[in-house]
């Protein structure tokens, strides 16, 4: 979960400061409203995953 929460920092940041983020293994680009509701719906899932495992 922390990894997803800094990914989602990072892109924001470079958003505040008009860059867009672009991996370069997967198709996904955040310089238009589709590609970045998908990076984010990329993310949601992982983070409730992570929330559903008990920790120790």
Do not use: W, Y
Request: charged share 20%; glycine share 6%.
């Amino acid at each position: 979960m922390k990894q997803c929460r800094r990914l989602s920092k990072l892109t924001d940041g470079l958003k505040s400061r008009g860059v867009a983020f672009a991996s370069v293994t997967e198709q996904i680009d955040t310089s238009t409203a589709n590609s970045e509701l998908i990076f984010h719906n990329f993310g949601a899932p992982a983070a409730f995953e992570r929330q559903l495992l008990p920790t120790n």
